[in-house]
Every structure is written in C-alpha cells, then in structure tokens.
C-alpha cells in the first residue's frame, strides 16, 4: 500500500466536511458532543447548505465520521499513536 507524508497546517485533532459530498442531512451536527460542527450559510453544487467545522474544539472522537450517511463526506485528523 503506498504511503503519504501530509503536512497540515491545522490543530489536531480536527475535522473537515468535503462540501460537495454533504447533503446536508445534519447528523453531524446534531450527533457531534463537542458542537463543533455548524451548517454553513453557502449552498453546495448540489443544491444543500452543507456542513463545516467551526474551527475549533474538535476531540478527534470519530462520530460525526461514523454518522454520516455519504461515504468520504467526512475526514477526521488525528496524529498518529507512537
Ligand atoms: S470527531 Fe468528534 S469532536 Fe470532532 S467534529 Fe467529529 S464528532 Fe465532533
Ligand atoms: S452527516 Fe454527512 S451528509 Fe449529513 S450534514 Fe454531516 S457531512 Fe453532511
């Protein structure tokens, strides 16, 4: 299997919603025990106000990735257990 170096230029852990996946259905928002996932005030392509991180207070806890319904809609960042 091949491996990738990613550098990020974000806090870990956190989350990120891929915009044009989302159907907005807002299981993520309402299943996310931190809150810190919002709807965005922005329509996707396919017509949705899809969800986004607020930025901050992410514990790397998984559920909104487990939650959602449309595969690779949700990416979840966490560092790597030594
Ligand atoms: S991984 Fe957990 S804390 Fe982070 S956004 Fe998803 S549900 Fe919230
Ligand atoms: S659970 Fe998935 S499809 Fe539903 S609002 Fe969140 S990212 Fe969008």
């Not at 891929?18 to 709807?39: A, D, M, N, R």
């Not at 106000?49 to 990735?65: L, V």
Request: with cysteine.
């Amino acid at each position: 299997m091949p491996q990738e170096i990613i550098e990020v230029a974000f806090e870990l852990p956190s989350m990120e919603v891929v915009s044009y996946l989302c159907k907005g259905c807002g299981l993520c928002v309402t299943h996310c025990p931190q809150k810190c996932i919002e709807f965005s005030d922005q329509f996707n392509e396919l017509g949705y106000k899809y969800a986004q991180y607020k930025g901050e207070g992410c514990t790397g806890c998984g559920i909104c990735f487990y939650c959602c319904p449309e595969p690779g809609a949700i990416k979840v960042y966490k560092k790597v257990r030594e």
